[in-house]
Each structure stands twice: as structure tokens, then as C-alpha cells.
């Protein structure tokens, strides 16, 4: 599962290298339990680039993820692998 912590958002969606960068990207919603935006994906094991669209239109690095790298624009996306050794799909 991946969480954002933007209570001022009206509108999260998470996008990456696992939907090739589609601008409508997976949406998030808002758990008013946790304040905050979640989502789960379900993605095979490998090495993930993403980023969230707030509001649809500012794109932000995953303030809690421990992996970044430079996206050539100026900005990080951060990076998310998922290996759990038996080649099954991962639920995050």
C-alpha cells in the first residue's frame, strides 16, 4: 500500500513505470481513519519509478519512500521494488 500524507488535497492519483506513465494514474482515496491518501497495487516483482498528481497538477516524490532518482526534468521520483523471492505478484 502506498499513503500520502496531504490533507489540503482534493484529488491524489499515484503514477509510474508500472502504468507506463499514464497521466490519469491509479487514484487514491482519502482514509479519514489515517488522514491519509491510500491506495493498493497490485505489481510483479521488479523495480518501480512513481510519483503522486495532487489536485492534477503538481507531481510530488513519495515523501517517505527510501529510494529516489533524478526523472530529467529537474524533479525525483521515487522508486518502490517489490521481491519477495517466489516470482508471485505482490499486493502493496
Do not use: C
Amino acid at each position: 500500500m502506498l499513503f500520502l500524507d496531504r490533507p489540503d488535497a482534493t484529488d491524489v492519483a499515484v503514477i509510474g513505470s508500472f502504468n507506463n506513465w499514464s497521466q490519469e494514474g491509479v487514484r487514491m482515496v482519502w482514509d479519514k481513519d489515517r488522514g491519509l491518501w491510500v491506495v493498493a497495487l497490485q505489481l510483479k516483482r521488479g523495480s518501480y519509478e512513481y510519483a503522486f498528481r495532487v489536485n492534477n497538477r503538481e507531481i510530488v516524490a513519495d515523501p517517505k519512500a527510501l529510494l529516489r532518482t533524478d526523472d530529467g526534468f529537474g524533479h525525483q521520483n521515487s522508486i518502490l521494488i517489490i521481491g519477495n523471492g517466489n516470482g508471485n505478484e505482490t499486493r502493496i
